[in-house]
T-cell receptor
Framework: AQTVTQSQPEMSVQEAETVTLSCTYD???????LFWYKQPPSRQMILVIR??????QNATENRFSVNFQKAAKSFSLKISDSQLGDAAMYFC????????????FGTGTSLTVIP | KAGVTQTPRYLIKTRGQQVTLSCSPI?????VSWYQQTPGQGLQFLFE???????NKGNFPGRFSGRQFSNSRSEMNVSTLELGDSALYLC????????????FGPGTRLLVL
């Protein structure tokens, strides 16, 4: 089974600064999808960004961008101009492209934004 | 469009009882997946339903079961509840079995006493 590792249980960032959350994964597959989800204290999981493994270009969504290193099996999330509303638990997730909606999640990184 | 809805939001049961949780996907979505979230084990995949058929199943005992109706709504059942079943149960929907993005509901918080 695929495994997803988030080695930073907690991170903090000053408001308006930039922070990078790390994620590594282990797979023998060549085609897959990677995601970052955000789970605020209200518990609703929200999709932040996704990346297709066959695309070399890193995905970007407004202040959120990823650094996808396929060979290194690394998928980090960069949050620019951090805002108080970015405070949440962030989960990295993997999904095989072979079909089926079974996601493998990391253990999460709790992000605190300091005013 | 309305998002994924789950009912009830909170539930308290005692050991040995059974429980049924409900999930209504986003309109037009036909795939529903269930996850268990606990502080110790994190997010673990339970199963996925698509077109009323179970397509994938995680590593959970047979006490955990589910079904999907023709309108894509899904239910999850846990029989003979154990203390360790206390968790947040999340439902996620996607357009289809091969559509890669899942959208999550708010979850059902189950407490087993």
């Amino acid at each position: 089974a695929q495994t997803v590792t988030q080695s930073q249980p907690e991170m903090s960032v000053q408001e308006a600064e930039t922070v990078t959350l790390s994620c590594t994964y282990d797979t023998s597959e060549s085609d897959y999808y990677l995601f970052w989800y955000k789970q605020p204290p209200s518990r609703q999981m929200i999709l932040v960004i996704r990346q297709e493994a066959y695309k070399q270009q890193n995905a970007t969504e407004n202040r959120f961008s990823v650094n996808f290193q396929k060979a290194a099996k690394s998928f980090s999330l960069k949050i620019s101009d951090s805002q108080l509303g970015d405070a949440a638990m962030y989960f990295c997730a993997y999904r095989s492209a072979l079909g089926g909606n079974q996601f493998y999640f990391g253990t999460g990184t709790s992000l605190t934004v300091i005013p | 469009k309305a998002g994924v809805t789950q009912t009830p939001r909170y539930l308290i049961k005692t050991r040995g009882q059974q429980v049924t949780l409900s999930c209504s996907p986003i309109s037009g979505h036909r795939s529903v997946s269930w996850y268990q979230q606990t502080p110790g084990q994190g997010l673990q995949f339970l199963f996925e339903y698509f077109s009323e058929t179970q397509r994938n199943k995680g590593n959970f005992p047979g006490r955990f079961s589910g079904r999907q109706f023709s309108n894509s709504r899904s239910e999850m059942n846990v029989s003979t509840l154990e203390l360790g079943d206390s968790a947040l149960y999340l439902c996620a929907s996607s357009l289809g079995h091969t559509q890669e993005t899942q959208y999550f509901g708010p979850g059902t918080r189950l407490l087993v006493l």
